[in-house]
């Protein structure tokens, strides 16, 4: 079959001949129909993620472990977990029948692919605990998962959204996605600290954080108390670390600030998973939600892997 | 009036002379009769808190904001929240009447001058949500507080408790007031790493962090999990930060480990402040619960305020 494969840590996937896998027991063959690709997939093909230590076991491997793909009855199934080093990004998949799942009707497998960023802005409900009314910042907000999260903060009932980036073009777009007040992150220090108090208003309820390292560092610091009073709670929920794998967390911003800091995945077991994805279909089926794709053909997946000007497009694959 | 009088930023506090205090409409005068001394109090007095922005406004001041007095009639209260540059080290405080409350018969007003540790140490059940059976991970264990952490995690009925600090022999005595395991902090990285993870058992369900610094990174290290597997929830609360007034902060200990990061406030409205005071005060009456203590004159302040050997005992200063 044909595949995209990375042959050193990393490296860059090229579209070659790989093995066929052979399904053990228990698994199925699936055709592979679309493949979204992610931050998270890349971080872990250049080995700078904690999950490279499980998927990056063997090379040369190929890369993404979910998709949507096609059974030999042609049911069409959202897949994942696959075994290294195979990975989605191929003609075909051996995967265990189980985490097999019949995909919805009327919903495009790309877009389908392509739902996870979208399920995962809704932790701002499920970890972050957003009531309506309440303020959302988001912090990174012109990736492809930033726009989702201020498009679902939106639609979930934020009574004011605050969103960060780098660029001011995308900024200005963002306002139409729904954003009150854009900060630009790429100004020196001090700056930014002051954007980020002057548009704390009544407390950022909930921060949804898909950057770390220097940014978040300020706003923490921005959210430090000046007296011993009992602050307004915020729920900060690290969900990415495009600026940096770690931040310089003050004792001081947490004890009496009303700070909480949680991971995304806080709070998501599977009843609530299986109500989040459904919510998310329903907006998308009725239009109210929409995920902005860019779909290429497997074949080209070594160009598209580089690019830099999907503009809060999701990459998507279909082999 | 004769005072504990600081000087100048970082000053030791000095026994001297002190214009007695001028009660304002709607404040009363007490006359002092127990003060506990804080590192809370030493680090506002050296600058090095955020709350020195509130005390430390006029200098020469006196420390400490809160303590035990007896008012004009004799009754005893409990006062606080003083209007610098007056502090509680003295023999007189003029005090909000609003901010008094009648002392609870039966107990030594030196006791009760040191209830805040013990106060603070029960935000393992209201910020950490602490249940029964689970295991309870004391960083920074012989200090005063950590020692009432220790023995309070057991009257909640803890199953497990690990305990840390800096010296053996002391650690030694953490196992007497109920820790299972201890751990010496003050080892290469590398082996305390090896020691969180050795004592991890089935996760720390609640972390009382008094050091944050170098042991609390080195703890968030061993928390980072291997695989996207979704963690036992840790709750990790902020009390102090005797090891540091930052950590590095891996985004990859947060995302998918479970851990939770608040400080000891959260929680602590009124009526739980109401609850866990009586319930720490029906310990101390029954005496499953005991405070040690170290009174010293006001007088001695200068030299009591600098003392290192306390091994766990609250100074409490009695004008």
Redesign the interface.
């Known amino acids: 079959m044909k595949a995209a494969v990375v042959h050193e840590v990393g490296g860059v996937p090229r579209y070659e001949d790989f093995p066929d896998p052979v399904p053990r027991e228990g698994e199925v063959v699936v055709r592979v129909r679309a493949v979204a690709v992610e931050n998270v997939d890349r971080a872990i093909v250049a080995g700078q993620?904690?999950?490279a230590?499980?998927y990056l076991t063997e090379l040369p491997m190929i890369p993404t472990f979910d998709g949507v793909g096609e059974l030999a009855d042609g049911t069409l199934v959202t897949f994942g977990d696959l075994r290294p080093p195979y990975g989605a990004l191929a003609e075909l998949c051996a995967v265990d029948a189980r985490l097999t799942r019949p995909i919805p009707a009327g919903i495009d497998p790309a877009v389908l692919s392509a739902l996870s960023s979208a399920v995962t802005a809704m932790s701002i409900r499920t970890a972050g605990e957003l009531d309506r009314g309440q303020t959302v910042l988001v912090q990174g907000g012109t990736g492809v998962a930033g726009r989702l999260s201020i498009k679902i903060a939106r639609l979930l009932g934020a009574g004011r959204i605050v969103a960060t980036g780098r660029d001011d073009d995308q900024l200005r777009e963002l306002r139409e996605l729904g954003a009150d007040t854009v900060i630009n992150t790429a100004v020196p220090d001090d700056d930014l600290l002051r954007a980020y108090r002057g548009a704390l208003g009544d407390g950022y309820h909930v921060i949804a954080d898909y950057l770390?390292g220097r940014p978040t560092g300020l706003l923490l610091r921005a959210l430090?108390?000046?007296?011993?009073a009992?602050g307004q709670?915020t729920r900060l929920i690290?969900?990415?670390?495009l600026a940096g794998?770690?931040?310089?967390?003050?004792?001081?911003s947490?004890?009496?600030?009303?700070?909480?800091?949680?991971?995304?995945?806080?709070g998501?077991d599977a009843d609530t998973f299986a109500a989040v994805y459904e919510q998310v279909l329903s907006w998308i089926r009725a239009g109210e939600l929409t995920i902005e794709l860019e779909t290429v053909p497997l074949r080209d997946i070594e160009a598209a892997w580089c690019r830099t000007d999907l503009r809060g497009r999701r990459l998507v694959v279909t082999p």
């Open positions: 993620h904690y999950a230590a499980r770390w430090i108390p000046e007296t011993f009992l709670r690290q969900i990415g670390e794998a770690e931040v310089a967390l003050p004792a001081a947490l004890r009496t600030s009303g700070l909480q800091i949680v991971g995304a995945a806080t998501f």
